[in-house]
């Protein structure tokens, strides 16, 4: 499932969970041999007797390269995502691209993500101010703009301050913000990220130096291809085809991973 993996953790986003049932359920209704668990190695590659190679092994979370990156405060969004049990009760989140915004709404949530089969109704229209009853107007509950957070969370970005959710998409962007800002989030721009040690997370905002002493840093600043297996298949000599992240891993999204899979398997 790769990022979808990630993603259907992510609260409002537990459909995604079904995307991955779906393409589970079609490849062994069409017989494709599936092998999980480990890499494709080149002893895989050579004795499978294969015409052409696809190769689609995704991104890999990019790091910080400043002093203390590998501090034992700092988890990339994988482990966050994963592991959000880990995570401390004070957050610097650094990136608010997509995956920042997504980490952060999954941390500040107290419930966690919700299992798609059984949707909080009640829970969700609770927050959007939806009233189940229809006894108010337009079916509208008075505004609540402060939602429970478990969790003090800073959430950076090096791009101006009003440039926030800026690139969000424009399906769910609005509500990705708006839940983030209405459980207390504080977004800063402007950021220069110094260094990490035991103080926390030294940064200049605006020009002027900080440290926030956060328990957690989780970097959200973009992705880099996974690209090992590629060197390999192509050492054989075959033609060789990358799709989706491993081929091009800036703003990768789902739409463009799946057509770049379409649009290969339609050519060959």
Not at 59 to 72: E, K, M, S
Not at 153 to 164: E, W
Not at 233 to 251: C, E, F, T, W, Y
Request: with cysteine; charged share 25%.
């Amino acid at each position: 499932g790769g990022q979808f993996n990630l993603a259907r953790r992510i609260p409002g986003k537990e459909d995604y969970a079904e995307t991955i049932r779906y393409f589970r359920n079609r490849l062994d209704e069409l017989g494709v041999e599936v092998r999980c668990g480990r890499p494709a190695s080149l002893a895989d590659l050579e004795s499978g007797g294969f015409d052409e190679i696809v190769v689609a092994t995704g991104v890999r979370p990019r790091r910080l390269d400043i002093p203390g990156a590998d501090h034992p405060s700092v988890m990339t969004y994988v482990e966050a995502i994963t592991n959000a049990a880990r995570v401390g009760a004070e957050v610097a989140i650094v990136g608010a691209g997509g995956i920042g915004f997504d980490v952060a709404a999954l941390l500040s949530n107290p419930h966690g993500p919700h299992d798609p089969s059984h949707p909080d109704v009640e829970g969700f229209s609770s927050e959007w101010g939806i009233d189940l009853s229809y006894t108010q107007p337009g079916a509208l509950l008075p505004a609540n703009h402060q939602w429970p957070s478990s969790r003090k969370i800073h959430l950076l970005q090096r791009k101006p301050r009003d440039s926030f959710g800026a690139s969000l998409s424009k399906t769910r962007g609005w509500a990705n913000f708006l839940e983030v800002m209405f459980r207390g989030v504080t977004m800063t721009g402007d950021v220069i990220y110094r260094k990490i040690d035991d103080a926390g997370l030294h940064i200049e905002a605006g020009g002027k130096p900080q440290t926030l002493k956060v328990d957690t840093i989780v970097v959200c600043a973009g992705q880099e291809s996974a690209d090992d297996a590629l060197s390999l298949a192509r050492s054989l000599g075959k033609p060789v085809h990358a799709i989706g992240g491993v081929d091009k891993p800036q703003q990768l999204d789902a739409v463009r991973a799946i057509e770049d899979g379409t649009r290969l398997a339609l050519s060959l």
